[in-house]
């Protein structure tokens, strides 16, 4: 089994293990730019897969782990391959997060042990699970190291009251230490039960959220040598493989203009889990290998792209119409009631993988102009976000008419 069958997101406030939690399940360390190693923060989309396996002499929940050998010296038995989406914590990366969660099957919310629940960005998180749909939630009360039985049992309460009106109501809360591998086990087990793989359909038309795109030529490289751009990211529903004609919307602006064209391209090799396959399916994230002009392809330059058969892809929209949900009050530190939407108004939209901006031209109605046009279908979730102060800070979703 190469590709994973079940992206499980990890989010949460910044600086609360995300990242440390994603090591300690998959042995990666998924803060790779030189800017995250440098502030210590994730601020990219980190992607990790790792097996859940399971001892077939040991007693639960000890019999959990990811190694092929138990430590009582039996093989253990292969229960599926996860691939774990780690999301910034931070309040400026909220945009990222909300791409990711866009392809998110489930989440682990990380909530440290050693602070007040909820943090800012706990809150936010979880409205964005809520608003993006995401409903198989499990929760990691981490670095119960830091701290003693009973502030971890007074955390543990806080974090019932704050889940208790949320679409998180019911989840279950496994106390953790994640740099010390503590109850890595224990959360495993409950990630199994209480966050399925979805069931997909295959059959229809391929539909992949653009999450990557990057040149990986190497400076210099003689035009001989140049291999065609990359695409990255997760399938949504169909399949995909080697050899296949796709086409990539809204595509890319012309030059010199403000309109976007599409782009066709043709599959030239295909990556899941590290390996080379011949064909994907929906379920963890993928790598594309393409025709394109690298030139297109670098520095995330098709982020926010959904890619497909020719012809198959939703619409591109210039304008959305949107029936409009917004929540009472902003999540976070500063919890004021939201104000209705004005005319003129600078909205930032999250749809699938895209961001984009939108200028309210018609409140009532939830009527759009769009700063860079996105692809998505009718009844697709939009999540809305608005500026207040330096911060754009959530505040609803939309749904496209």
């Given amino acids: 089994m190469s590709q994973s069958e079940i992206n499980i997101g990890l989010v949460g406030h910044v600086d609360h293990g995300k990242t440390t939690l994603t090591n300690a ?55 599926r391959k996860i691939s774990f989406v780690d999301s910034p914590g931070h309040e400026t990366l909220m945009a990222t997060m909300l791409s990711g969660a866009a392809m998110m099957d489930g989440a682990v919310l990380v909530i440290a042990a050693n602070e007040e629940c909820p943090q800012p960005q706990t809150a936010e998180h979880l409205a964005a699970l809520d608003i993006l749909g995401v409903k198989n939630i499990v929760i990691a009360q981490n670095k119960i190291d830091l701290v003693d039985k009973e502030e971890a049992l007074e ?11 949320s679409v998180a109501k019911n989840a279950t809360v496994v106390p953790i230490a994640a740099h010390y591998n503590v109850n890595i086990d224990v959360l495993i087990s409950v990630i199994e039960e209480k966050i399925p793989t979805p069931v997909r359909d295959t059959k229809k038309a391929p539909w992949m959220y653009v999450a990557r ?92 792209n959904i890619t497909g058969f020719p012809g198959t892809l939703p619409p591109v929209h210039e304008k959305l119409k949107l029936e409009i949900n917004l929540m009472e009050r902003i999540v976070g530190k500063n919890e004021s009631k939201i ?63």
């Fill in 213 to 304: 795109s990057f040149d990986i030529n190497r400076p210099g490289a003689v035009a001989d040598d140049i291999e065609g751009g990359i695409i990255g990211g997760s399938l949504i529903q169909g399949e995909l493989k080697v050899g296949d004609e796709i086409e990539l919307c809204p595509g890319v602006r012309k030059e010199k203009s403000k309109k976007y064209i599409q782009i066709s391209t043709k599959i030239t090799g295909l990556k899941a889990g590290n390996e080379l396959v011949k064909k994907v399916h929906p379920g963890g994230l993928i790598a594309i290998a393409t025709t394109l002009d690298p030139a297109i392809t670098k520095s995330d330059n098709l982020v926010g």
């Fill in 155 to 165: 955390n543990y309460n806080q974090i019932k009251k704050f889940i208790e009106n």
């Fill in 25 to 79: 399940l998959s042995g990666t360390w998924t803060d790779r730019h030189s800017e995250e190693i440098k502030r210590g923060i994730s601020i990219r989309l980190g992607y990790a897969d790792c097996e859940f396996r399971k001892c077939l002499k040991c007693s639960e929940p000890g019999c959990y782990g990811t190694k092929k050998t138990c430590g009582c010296g039996e093989k253990t038995k292969l229960l």
């Fill in 339 to 401: 104000k209705p939407l004005v005319k003129g108004e600078h909205l930032m939209l999250s749809a699938g993988s895209a961001v984009t901006l939108g200028i309210i031209t018609n409140p009532g109605e939830g009527e759009f102009d769009l700063m860079l046009p996105v692809c998505a279908g009718k009844g697709s979730r939009v999540a809305l976000s608005r500026k207040l102060g330096a911060r754009w800070r959530l505040i609803g979703f939309g749904i496209i008419k």
